[in-house]
């Protein structure tokens, strides 16, 4: 499976993102002066490919037009998933 990201392709698989993401280690910031924000990660299969989910910013928002990112935001609370 590749996951393309425009010039790049990285070759993984699932059970590799898998492995990857059960051996690391989340970090917790607790500094109240921060806001708190995450991004929604994405993976997909399609036709023996995988595939990742970005959004791309439209130009009426005030900050970042028309870039490319994870789908996401900040909130008031933390929510745990």
């Known amino acids: 499976m590749r996951l ?21 280690n989340r970090r917790v910031i607790d500094d109240p002066s921060l806001i708190s924000a995450g991004v929604f990660i994405l993976f997909y299969e399609s036709e023996d490919n995988l595939h990742l989910l ?11 037009k028309g870039q490319v ?4 935001g900040f909130g008031t609370k933390p929510i745990r998933t």
């Open 54 to 64: 970005f959004t791309k910013r439209t130009d009426f928002v005030e900050h970042h």
């Open 4 to 24: 393309k990201l425009r010039l790049l392709t990285v070759v993984l698989s699932l059970p590799q993102i898998r492995d990857f993401l059960k051996e690391h």
């Open 69 to 72: 990112s994870f789908p996401g």
